[in-house]
């Protein structure tokens, strides 16, 4: 009866993911029902944010090896992320991102087979999870492609995305001081709005935003500032 358990929560979890890959599947089948680009992006972008948690808080309480931390660095921002800030862009297969992407998703399915402590039973159980997620993430990022559409509307779903690997990117930000500059700008318009919409729809989080305002350095009074100097 000891092997009961553990067969119980891996098919539960194979169940769940193959139920939530089957959905995933049909909200982006047909192009009339299918989401903004925007919005698969921001669920690809919390799907790599919650898996690098648990991968991290698992090196963090001693589960996982330190050594997996490069490892998951480099496999969840250098290869999913820039995936996702790259969406939906179809790329050939024999292109350089394909190809670092098969490289980045093989590599790290092969650390983390190795990558846990003692595999008891729960360990066994997230090293299913994280495994199964990570192998199935490129599917789910591959589905929600536009790849039947045209060229013309493939290019305007990618209207807003910098073609650009995110490694070139990061070089570029380090080097190019006018490029940090605008970067930050950027940055803080968007918290600003963010913070906004968040106030009109929470109480709480309308408060969080009129305490800020009391701080002289807060993005919000800097903002206010400029409006009322233009």
């Not at 919005?39 to 690098?52: H, N, P, Q």
Request: charged share 20%.
């Amino acid at each position: 009866m000891s092997w009961v358990l553990p067969v119980v929560g891996a098919c539960s979890v194979l169940v769940v993911l193959f139920a939530a890959i089957f959905a995933w599947h049909v909200l982006h089948a047909h192009k009339e029902h299918r989401p903004y680009p925007e919005t698969t992006r921001r669920a690809l972008f919390l799907i790599v944010a919650a898996l690098s948690g648990v991968e991290l808080h698992h090196v963090w309480i001693g589960r996982m090896y330190g050594w997996m931390v490069p490892v998951i660095l480099v496999g969840n921002v250098w290869g999913f992320l820039d995936a996702v800030l790259r969406f939906p862009i179809v790329y050939d297969v024999g292109t350089f991102f394909t190809l670092k992407q098969c490289f980045l998703v093989t590599g790290k399915v092969v650390c983390l087979s190795c990558g846990f402590e003692d595999l008891n039973y729960e360990s066994m159980l997230w090293l299913l999870v994280v495994l199964v997620v990570n192998a199935f993430f490129p599917l789910l990022y591959t589905l929600a492609l536009p790849i039947d559409d045209d060229a013309v509307d493939q290019r305007l779903a990618a209207h807003d995305v910098v073609d650009v690997d995110l490694a070139l990117r990061v070089v570029d930000l380090a080097m190019n001081r006018q490029r940090r500059l605008d970067s930050y700008g950027s940055l803080k318009r968007r918290v600003c709005s963010t913070a906004l919409k968040m106030a009109d729809r929470s109480p709480l989080a309308e408060k969080a935003v009129n305490y800020s305002l009391r701080f002289p350095s807060s993005p919000m009074v800097k903002s206010s500032h400029k409006s009322r100097c233009v």
